[in-house]
Antibody
Framework: QVQLQESGPGLVKPSQTLSLTCTVSGGSLNSGSYYWSWIRQPAGKGLEWIGR???????NSNPALSSRVSLSVDTSKNQFSLRLTSVTAADTAVYYC?????????????WGQGILVTVSS | AIQMTQSPSSLSASVGDRVTITCRASQDVRGDLGWYQQKPGKAPKLLIY???SLQTGVPSRFSGSGSATDFTLTISSLQPEDFATYYCLQDYDYPLTFGPGTKVDIK
C-alpha cells in the first residue's frame, strides 16, 4: 500500500522560505509511470496545483508560483521536496503531496494527509 | 491557463436523490478530466479518471460523462457518506487546474 507523508515546519515567517518534504512508502519514486505533486488548499477554499516532479528530476510548476517554487527529489530516501520562497500570508494553506499515475490518466490516486503551514510573524 | 468552472457551487439533497454536478473547461481538455471527493479535514479522494473511468473501490453509483469542455459527475442514489465537496481536475495542460468545488449537503 502506497503511503505519502508530508513533513516540515508548521509556522513560517513572512519573507522566509517554506520547505516541505514528502516521504513515500510502499512505492518507488523511480518509476516513470508516476509523478509526484504538491497541491495546496487555503482554509475554506479550493485546491491549487503547485507543481510536479518525476523520479528523473524533471519538474514543472504553476506559472503563478514558478518564480518562487523549487522542486527536488531524493530517490535514495524516497522523498521529494518543495521550497517556496518569499512567503506571505497568502501562502498559508494545507499543503498536500500526491502521486499522479499514468494508469489513471495522470490523476492523483494517493495523497498525504496534508500539513498546515501558517505564515505569520 | 485553462479555467475550470463548476455548477452549482452548492446543493442540498436528500438520501436517495440523484445528484448531477457539472464541470466546464475554458478550452478542450480532451479526456484528461477527473473528479475528486473531499470531506472536511481530509485529503481529496479520486473517484473518476479519464472522464468516465471509475477508480478502484469507488461505488458504482458514481459515474462520469462528457467530452471536450463539458463534463458531468452523477451520483445515482445519494448515500449519507456522499455528503462532501466535489472537485473536477483537468490534467490536459499546464498548469493543472481544479474546479472551484461543489458542496453537497443534507437537505
Amino acid at each position: 500500500q502506497v503511503q505519502l507523508q508530508e513533513s516540515g515546519p508548521g509556522l513560517v515567517k513572512p519573507s522566509q522560505t517554506l520547505s516541505l518534504t514528502c516521504t513515500v512508502s510502499g512505492g518507488s519514486l523511480n518509476s516513470g509511470s508516476y509523478y509526484w505533486s504538491w497541491i495546496r488548499q487555503p482554509a475554506g477554499k479550493g485546491l491549487e496545483w503547485i507543481g510536479r516532479i518525476y523520479g528523473s528530476g524533471n519538474a514543472n510548476s504553476n506559472p503563478a508560483l514558478s518564480s518562487r517554487v523549487s522542486l527536488s527529489v531524493d530517490t535514495s530516501k524516497n522523498q521529494f521536496s518543495l521550497r517556496l520562497t518569499s512567503v506571505t500570508a497568502a501562502d498559508t494553506a494545507v499543503y498536500y503531496c500526491a502521486r499522479g499515475s499514468r494508469f489513471l490518466g495522470w490523476q492523483f490516486d494517493y495523497w498525504g494527509q496534508g500539513i498546515l503551514v501558517t505564515v505569520s510573524s | 491557463a485553462i479555467q475550470m468552472t463548476q455548477s452549482p457551487s452548492s446543493l442540498s439533497a436528500s438520501v436517495g436523490d440523484r445528484v448531477t454536478i457539472t464541470c466546464r473547461a475554458s478550452q478542450d481538455v480532451r479526456g484528461d478530466l477527473g473528479w475528486y471527493q473531499q470531506k472536511p479535514g481530509k485529503a481529496p479522494k479520486l473517484l473518476i479518471y479519464a472522464v468516465s473511468s471509475l477508480q478502484t473501490g469507488v461505488p458504482s453509483r458514481f459515474s462520469g460523462s462528457g467530452s471536450a469542455t463539458d463534463f458531468t459527475l452523477t451520483i445515482s442514489s445519494l448515500q449519507p457518506e456522499d455528503f462532501a465537496t466535489y472537485y473536477c481536475l483537468q490534467d490536459y495542460d499546464y498548469p493543472l487546474t481544479f474546479g472551484p468545488g461543489t458542496k453537497v449537503d443534507i437537505k
